[in-house]
C-alpha cells in the first residue's frame, strides 16, 4: 500500500532518518485523550492480533474535526469520512503485519539508541528537554509515552532496512542511464546579473518625439562610455520602477532572456553594457553587473546524489511489494 496520509499527521513507516524525526515530532498533534467514553468493538483482526475501534476512532478523530469544520455538504462529508477511516484502518493493518514481522525476527531496539534519536529530534526542531517535555504534556503524552512510541518507529525502520534496503544493489549501468537520461539536470548553468537604463517612447509618438527620445539615449549612452557609474544613471535617467534600485533586475539565465535581447547579452562581460536597443517598452541600454557560472557535474561527480535518488525510488518500490506479499500471506478480516 502508498503512504496515506502526511508525515506531520499520521505516524508511519519512512525510510530516511530525516523523515522518521518529522514523524516524531509531528506525533505530538495526533495523541491528545480522547476525554469521552467509547463503546468498543474489533473492527479487523490481522493474524493474531485485533485492531478495536477505539483505536481507530483515536487517530481519526484529528481528521474528523477538521472534516466537520470544513462544513462540506452532507454528502461530501460522509464520502471523505469513509475514506479517511478505510485509509487509516489499513495503516493500521500494515503496521500490525511489521510488528508481527519484528517479533518473529526477533528485532530489538536498546535504550541508548532511542536517547541518540530523541536528541537528534531535539537537535533537529532546537528545543530543549524542558521545552519537549512541555510540548508533550500539553498533548497530553509523558516522556514515558514518548519513547515507547520512538521505539515502535525506530524498530519498524530496523526492520524495513532488514527486509528491504539491504536486497538493493544500484550498479554503475543504472546510475550511467539516469545520467544521460536527465543531462539538463546536470548540466552547467550561467547567469547574467543585469541592470537596465530604459526611456520610454509612446506608440503614438511621431518620429521627431522618438527621435528626442533617442538622443537622450545617446547622452547617457555617452557618459557611460566617459566612466560614469551605471545604476547612479539609471537613478537619474531610468524611466522604470527599478531605477531608485539603480535600474537591478536581477539574474537571469540566457533562455530566460528575450531572443531580441540575448545576442547582445551573451557576448557582454561583468562591468560592460550594450548599446541602446529598440524594444517594444522603449529605448534601452543593459549593463551587466557579474556573469556568475555554476559548473556542470559529470557522470562520476553526480554518482552519489543519483545513487540515493535511485535507492530511494526502489525502497519505496520494494517496499510496498514487501508490504503486500505480507499482505496476501496472512489472514486479514475487516469486521464492518
Known amino acids: 500500500m502508498g503512504k496515506i496520509i502526511d508525515d506531520h499527521q499520521y505516524p508511519v513507516i519512512r525510510l530516511t532518518f530525516l523523515a522518521g524525526c518529522f514523524f516524531i515530532i509531528g506525533i505530538f498533534i495526533i495523541t491528545k485523550n480522547l476525554g469521552a467514553e467509547l ?25 474528523v474535526e477538521r472534516i466537520k469544520k470544513t462544513r462540506y455538504s452532507n454528502e461530501k462529508e460522509q464520502r471523505l469520512l469513509f475514506e479517511i477511516r478505510r485509509k487509516v484502518l489499513n495503516q ?7 510488528d508481527q514481522e519484528l517479533k518473529k525476527h526477533n528485532i530489538t531496539i536498546s535504550t541508548i539508541e532511542i536517547d541518540r534519536t530523541i536528541e537528534r529530534v531535539k ?15 500539553s498533548q497530553g503524552l509523558s516522556m514515558e509515552e514518548y ?29 550511467n542511464a ?14 547574467y546579473h543585469l541592470r537596465n537604463i530604459i526611456m520610454t517612447v509612446s506608440a503614438l509618438a511621431s ?11 545617446e547622452n547617457v549612452l555617452e557618459k557611460l562610455e566617459q566612466g560614469e557609474d551605471f545604476s547612479k544613471l539609471a537613478e537619474i535617467y531610468s524611466q ?10 536581477g539574474f537571469f539565465r540566457l533562455d530566460e532572456i528575450s531572443p531580441l535581447l540575448k545576442p547582445e547579452i551573451e557576448k557582454l562581460k561583468a562591468g560592460e553594457f550594450t548599446s541602446i536597443i529598440d524594444t517594444e517598452m522603449g529605448y534601452q541600454i543593459f549593463f551587466v ?21 535511485l535507492y530511494t525510488e526502489i525502497v519505496d518500490q520494494k517496499y510496498q511489494a514487501w508490504l503486500e506479499n505480507l499482505r496476501t500471506r496472512s489472514h486479514i478480516k475487516i469486521i464492518n
Request: aromatic share 4%.
Open 39 to 63: 463503546v468498543d468493538r474489533i473492527v479487523a483482526v490481522v493474524n493474531n492480533d485485533i485492531i478495536s475501534l477505539q483505536e481507530l476512532n483515536r487517530i481519526t478523530k484529528p481528521y
Open 92 to 98: 493500521l493493518i500494515d503496521e500490525k503485519l511489521t
Open 123 to 137: 537537535e533537529m526542531a532546537l528545543i530543549t528537554d524542558e521545552q519537549l517535555r512541555s510540548e508533550l504534556a
Open 147 to 175: 519513547r515507547v512510541r520512538t521505539k515502535e518507529q525506530l524498530l519498524r525502520r530496523k526492520l524495513i532496512n532488514r527486509e528491504v534496503r539491504s536486497k538493493i544493489v544500484i550498479t554503475q549501468e543504472d546510475v
Open 178 to 191: 539516469y545520467y544521460d537520461s536527465h543531462m539538463d539536470a546536470y548540466a552547467g548553468e550561467k547567469k
Open 207 to 217: 518620429d521627431a518625439e522618438k527621435q528626442t527620445v533617442f538622443t537622450n539615449m
Open 240 to 249: 522604470s520602477s527599478m531605477a531608485s534600485e539603480g535600474g537591478d533586475l
Open 289 to 309: 553587473e557579474e556573469v556568475v557560472e555554476k559548473p556542470g557535474k559529470s557522470s562520476a561527480d553526480a554518482t552519489p546524489e543519483i545513487t540515493e535518488k
